[in-house]
């Protein structure tokens, strides 16, 4: 079977970690962009004000992705950059830049992808509660509906928000990211279903002005447990966990996200763990939340895996020599098997793989070239079990690379490069990584040579 004639082969990025131009032409502060400065929560006290200035760079970068044969580009649109104060006025520039930006993908001939919340949160509207205000899904939706109605004609795939588990669990719960606050159960539950509404008002902006040609997505991640074997029984156990939810670390879950979304209702146990706290939608509020999506969106980089080693030296997902990326992240390529097949069968969806890939220890080498052998290698074994998943009967559809370019890799800063293209910052120089020579050949091969 292998991949479908028409995969969507592609890479991607967010706007906040590679644009740059960070007040220019009329953009708003976002939270990330007030915390960076703020000092004490970025390694080195790095700032995205530059990063890899994609913002004066884009025609440049979009010339190299045609270079590299993407079929398709999956970007965000920084929602400060398009509404400085996040509401009401519009900055006609930064809303050009992405109409620009749409354009130039399409005459070479690659599809956009646009996500239209990856965390940078405009910093008027955390001041007036932001995620934990109810009032952002309408927010949201005012915003969805001005980035729609002026690229809607000319994009297809959306994804309405990029990983909750992050930006509310990391950012909310546990305070490791912006704004690097820890809050108690009843607020986080609050702040959820300020998401699910958010993503609700989005679809339906979308459905209103794109019409019939959406495809629309979400971008979650979430922990994946990988089964020792293929028993029914052990199946069925990494299944369960891979779903299950507690009152500890609900916002860090798959369900939490994904069940109101395709299913139309908080995940079972809700009500037991979290009784009375547990916020009461309307049947209105669950209808849009709940409206039909086309795709399921997956970030992934790492499976969950029980060695049974010992715990208090190596954690659950490790062992004595156990391979891991610059990141600390797990090297498991059963991921992309057990992933897709786990979302398939539950919410019935296509799958989307909307990020996948590894921080490598990548430089320029004497010959002017960077050889990233680890990186072809880590996302080869990645894809065989992909293609795995396809030979199986789910129905995959793409497959996008993190990430187009090394850039600001948020509370590392920029000491970890995970981009199919080196960028040196001093001088902004772009070089195509050997990983980007060969992912053009496995594009172009459409998957076939992976086995060779």
Known sequence: MSFSKDFLWGAASAAHQLEGAYLE??????IWNFFEH????????????VSCDHYHHMKEDVALMKQIGLKSYRFSVSWPRVMPEGIGRVNEKGLQFYSDLVDELISAGIEPMITLFHWNLPLALFEKGGWKNPDIADWFGEYTEVVVKRLGDRVKYWMTINEPQMFIGFGLGMGLMA?????????????????FRAHGKAVTAIRKYVGAEAKIGMAPTGSVWIPKDDSSKELERCREMSFAIDKDSFFMGNSWWADPLFLGHYPEGSEEIFGDMLPKLSKEEWDEISQPLDFYGFNVYEGAHEHFDDETKYG???YMGS???????????????YAPKFFYERYHKPIMITENGMAGMDWESMDGKVHDYQRIDFTRRYLLELERAVNDGID?????????MDNFEWCQGYKMRFGLIHVDYR?????????????HDVIASNGANLSV
């Open 25 to 30: 032409d009329g953009k708003g502060l976002g």
């Open 38 to 49: 703020e000092g004490g929560h970025i390694a080195y006290n790095e700032t995205a004000d």
């Open 179 to 195: 704004p690097f606050e820890k809050n108690d159960t009843q607020t986080m539950l609050n702040a959820s279903v300020n998401v």
């Open 316 to 318: 659950r997902y490790e």
């Open 323 to 337: 391979p891991h990326t610059m990141m600390g992240w797990s090297i498991t390529p059963e991921v992309l098997y």
């Open 396 to 404: 995959v559809i793409g497959y996008q690379h993190w990430s187009i």
């Open 427 to 439: 001088t902004l120089k772009r070089t195509l990584k050997d990983s980007a020579y060969w992912y």
